[in-house]
């Protein structure tokens, strides 16, 4: 019955902590969503964002995202890195994965550029097995324990693996729409000795739409104005999910906006279409960025407190982005 447990336990744990973390804040910290967002703003910029979800229950988890990435002007390309930090509090789960991106953009019309970007990652995860206690270790002739087991559901307590992904963006001056694989290699993260179990490819399809109905009113509001519509269709194996929403900008300093998630492709029945909404808000300052945002669970399952995000970032040459804007993209 032990080992009956164990083996649903560990093949649950395996399908849920297979899908990537998606951010709330992924509008306000676009780095999360695309690796062709590396350099886009043609300077060097440095934030992170720390994700605190379900603070009441007992599944309480935690993650954190720290990125840097600049721009060389003269050969169009941009670099970076991204270090990603997720953790659970009642399975001991750790994960820890650093990537290194790769960007290029290339103008193909007046108001269009095409960014394709590579992404190569290395990837750890540690589920704390080492406290486990399998049966054939209990020897009750003597009340001692064996350090070592045969038990055929022995577990890795740490798996490594080298990640690789890919993704591109079209940009003009307001507006932008991407595309994200990651995971191309499908990358063994079995915990079991000899096992398989390759991970999932991640696709996004992520826009964001600029309504320019404001510019027909002649008024210093609708001027320093501007509304986006955002959205951002999420698949990997059997998880599917997609966000939609709208974001309001004013003078290029203040963002308010809210988005839906929902779950489109129903593969339970009873799941409600809409599972989560989604509230956030930005502020700039002198280069820095910062960002709060709150997601409210639409479900029932138990009373979770929410997910906060908080994020920070810093732009070292800001005032680049004004002089020839629409070689940028464009987002808060």
């Known amino acids: 019955m032990k080992k009956f447990l164990l083996l649903i336990f560990l093949l649950t744990g395996i399908k849920n902590l297979a899908q990537d973390v998606i951010f ?21 910029k440095v934030g992170s964002i720390h994700r605190s979800q379900w603070r009441n229950s007992g599944l309480k988890t935690n993650s954190s995202y720290v990125f840097f990435d600049t721009w060389f002007e003269g050969f169009k390309t941009g670099l970076g890195f991204t270090l990603l930090n ?8 750790k994960f820890n994965q650093v990537n290194l991106n790769y ?14 970007s590579i992404s190569v990652g290395f990837g750890m995860k540690n589920y ?7 049966e054939d270790q209990i020897n009750p002739g003597n009340n001692s324990i064996n350090t070592t087991s045969i038990d055929p559901l022995l577990l890795r307590e740490q798996r490594t693996f080298f990640d690789f992904s890919s993704s591109i963006l079209f940009n003009n001056e307001n507006s932008w729409i991407g595309l994200t694989m990651r995971h191309l290699n499908k990358p063994n993260i079995s915990l079991t000795e000899n096992g ?29 104005s501007k509304i986006y519509l955002l959205s951002n269709f999420m698949l990997q194996g059997s998880f599917n999910r997609f966000d939609f929403g709208a974001q309001y900008i004013f003078d ?3 963002s308010l906006g809210i988005s839906l998630a929902t779950n489109p492709i129903k593969n339970v029945p009873n799941n409600p279409f809409i599972t989560s909404v989604s509230t956030f808000a930005g502020i700039k300052w002198q280069g820095f960025r910062f960002g709060y945002s709150y997601d409210a669970n639409t479900t029932q399952i138990l009373n979770t407190g929410g997910t906060h ?12 982005r004004y002089l020839d804007r629409f070689k940028c993209v464009s987002y808060f």
């Open 24 to 44: 709330s804040q992924n509008f306000l910290v676009p780095e999360t969503l695309n690796s062709s967002f590396t350099g886009a703003i043609r300077s060097s």
């Open 86 to 93: 997720h953790t659970e509090s009642a399975s001991s789960y």
């Open 103 to 116: 960007s290029m953009a290339f103008q193909i019309s007046d108001t269009w550029f095409f960014r394709p």
């Open 128 to 134: 704390g097995f080492q406290n486990l206690l399998l």
């Open 196 to 224: 398989n179990v390759p991970l999932e490819v991640f696709t996004s399809i992520h826009a964001k739409y600029y309504l320019p109905f404001l510019e027909n009113y002649r008024t210093w509001f609708a001027s320093k």
């Open 252 to 254: 290029d300093q203040f």
């Open 309 to 320: 995000e908080f994020s920070i970032s810093y732009d070292f040459a800001i005032s680049r």
